[in-house]
């Protein structure tokens, strides 16, 4: 019987299953809830020190929906955590208080200011939290205040934040990585350099719903107007899986024994295989949990160990990784595709030689291709 129990960094997590950072880790009230519906780990709503600094708009989300009528891809131009950092310090504490059966992972982001980052990461190892997991990635809010992405884009910076944090944590911590990067395993090596126990792939890509063709003014419409926001779901999840390949790769390589947490569009225990296969030793839902509410967890559970089986795995991971093997250069790929060709055409010429003519049996048989054969055929009785 397989199982879905795992260790990462520590942390001994009933599943690989962990709620990504956003609306599904907002207060302490959706936290217990998730780890009732038997979630291996919550990472809460990102935090930061004065939460007066940040003001939501609404509407703050717009959707992409498939001709079914189902949603495949999510805008969202929501801040982080705008509830006071004193109410999350209580909520911290209660929730560990209360011996939930998961990991509880906080979200943290500050300035470019040592201080505050230390002082975020020592009052929530205080209030207890297991873990951490540092906003590099936030793509559209707060770059006037260099946060977010706008921080996660410069490696050097990622790397003196990632040593400031890892000078004043004692838990493991990951650091999110942007997406709206071109090598993303840039930023993911600084962070490791700079000491993060892991890497967590992908926050969401920059992007623009729509422009309603009524008004002409593009979505989600506040006021009249807009700012370009994060795109997440089902859409997203190719893009996902090829950074998460990618950082898999490096962390291979370079940094063994480093753990990566992908997300981006994982709906189902099929799409959570993929990202493990592609090197994820845990996988997070946000969007997901959003559309289907928390119990997707028990679906998602029963169709990673419906995998596991049928591939006779016992644990994740007996697969983690196995498929970064088949990632190769284009050029290899015509190179294999070619020696492939070549032998068979060389297999089925000597088959061909190899293939005793019929015995003629009487004139009529003769044919001028095979004339030589023929002849020899019929030489040897
Ligand atoms: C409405 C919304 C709010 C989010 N807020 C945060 C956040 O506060 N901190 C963070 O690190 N990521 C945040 N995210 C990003 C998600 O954690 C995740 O990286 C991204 O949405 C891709 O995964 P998914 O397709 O499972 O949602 C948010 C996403 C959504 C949709």
């Given at each position: 019987?397989?199982?879905l129990?795992?260790?990462v960094?520590g942390?001994?997590?009933?599943?690989?299953?962990?709620?990504?950072?956003?609306?599904?880790?907002t207060n302490?009230?959706?936290?217990?809830?998730?780890?009732?519906?038997?979630w291996?780990?919550?990472i809460?709503k990102?935090?930061?020190?004065?939460?007066?600094?940040?003001?939501?708009?609404?509407?703050?989300?717009a959707?992409?929906?498939?001709?079914s009528g189902?949603?495949?891809?999510?805008?969202?131009?929501?801040?982080i955590?705008?509830?006071?950092?004193?109410?999350?310090?209580?909520?911290?504490?209660?929730?560990?208080?209360?011996q939930?059966?998961?990991?509880?992972i906080?979200?943290?982001?500050?300035?470019?200011?040592k201080?505050?980052?230390i002082?975020?990461?020592q009052?929530?190892?205080?209030?207890?939290?297991?873990?951490?997991?540092l906003?590099?990635s936030?793509?559209?809010g707060?770059?006037?205040?260099?946060?977010?992405?706008?921080?996660g884009?410069?490696?050097?910076?990622?790397?003196?934040?990632?040593?400031?944090?890892?000078?004043?944590?004692?838990?493991?911590?990951w650091?999110?990585m942007?997406?709206n990067?071109?090598?993303i395993?840039?930023?993911?090596?600084?962070?490791l350099?700079?000491?993060a126990?892991?890497?967590?792939?992908?926050?969401?890509?920059?992007?623009?719903m729509?422009?309603n063709?009524?008004?002409?003014r593009?979505?989600?419409?506040?006021?009249?107007?807009t700012?370009?926001?994060?795109y997440?779901?089902?859409?997203?999840?190719?893009?996902?899986?090829?950074?998460?390949?990618?950082?898999?790769t490096?962390?291979?390589?370079?940094?063994?024994?480093?753990s990566?947490?992908?997300?981006?569009?994982i709906?189902?225990?099929?799409?959570?295989?993929?990202?493990?296969?592609l090197?994820?030793?845990t996988?997070?839902?946000?969007?997901g949990?959003m559309?289907?509410?928390y119990?997707?967890v028990?679906?998602?559970?029963?169709?990673?160990?419906a995998?596991?089986?049928?591939?006779?795995?016992?644990?994740?991971?007996?697969?983690?990784?196995?498929?970064?093997?088949?990632?190769?250069?284009?050029?290899?790929?015509?190179?294999?595709?070619?020696?492939?060709?070549?032998?068979q055409?060389?297999?089925?010429?000597?088959?061909a030689?190899?293939?005793?003519?019929?015995?003629?049996?009487?004139?009529?048989e003769?044919t001028?291709d095979?004339f030589?054969?023929?002849?020899?055929?019929?030489?040897?009785?």
């Amino acid at each position: 019987m397989p199982t879905l129990a795992t260790v990462v960094d520590g942390l001994k997590l009933p599943n690989p299953f962990v709620i990504g950072s956003g609306p599904p880790g907002t207060n302490l009230s959706v936290i217990n809830r998730a780890f009732r519906e038997g979630w291996g780990a919550v990472i809460a709503k990102t935090v930061s020190l004065d939460a007066s600094k940040i003001t939501n708009v609404s509407p703050r989300y717009a959707k992409l929906h498939a001709e079914s009528g189902e949603v495949i891809g999510w805008e969202n131009i929501e801040l982080i955590s705008d509830r006071p950092f004193k109410l999350w310090e209580d909520e911290f504490k209660k929730c560990k208080d209360a011996q939930p059966p998961g990991a509880l992972i906080a979200s943290i982001m500050e300035e470019y200011n040592k201080d505050a980052w230390i002082e975020l990461v020592q009052r929530c190892e205080a209030a207890g939290v297991d873990a951490f997991e540092l906003n590099f990635s936030c793509p559209h809010g707060l770059p006037e205040r260099k946060m977010g992405a706008a921080m996660g884009q410069n490696p050097e910076i990622l790397e003196e934040v990632c040593g400031w944090v890892k000078s004043a944590a004692t838990k493991p911590f990951w650091a999110k990585m942007t997406p709206n990067i071109t090598h993303i395993e840039e930023p993911g090596r600084a962070a490791l350099r700079g000491g993060a126990t892991g890497l967590a792939a992908i926050n969401t890509i920059r992007s623009v719903m729509s422009v309603n063709l009524d008004t002409l003014r593009p979505e989600p419409n506040v006021e009249g107007y807009t700012t370009p926001g994060g795109y997440s779901s089902k859409a997203v999840k190719p893009i996902a899986l090829r950074m998460v390949m990618e950082l898999a790769t490096m962390i291979r390589k370079e940094f063994p024994g480093r753990s990566l947490s992908g997300l981006g569009g994982i709906e189902t225990g099929e799409d959570a295989a993929q990202f493990i296969l592609l090197g994820a030793d845990t996988v997070q839902v946000c969007t997901g949990v959003m559309k289907f509410g928390y119990e997707c967890v028990k679906p998602m559970q029963e169709q990673l160990l419906a995998f596991m089986e049928k591939h006779k795995f016992e644990t994740l991971a007996d697969f983690k990784g196995r498929s970064l093997d088949y990632f190769t250069t284009h050029a290899d790929l015509v190179k294999r595709q070619t020696d492939r060709k070549a032998a068979q055409k060389a297999a089925a010429a000597a088959a061909a030689t190899a293939t005793p003519s019929k015995v003629v049996k009487n004139d009529a048989e003769w044919t001028g291709d095979d004339f030589v054969k023929q002849s020899d055929a019929l030489s040897k009785g």
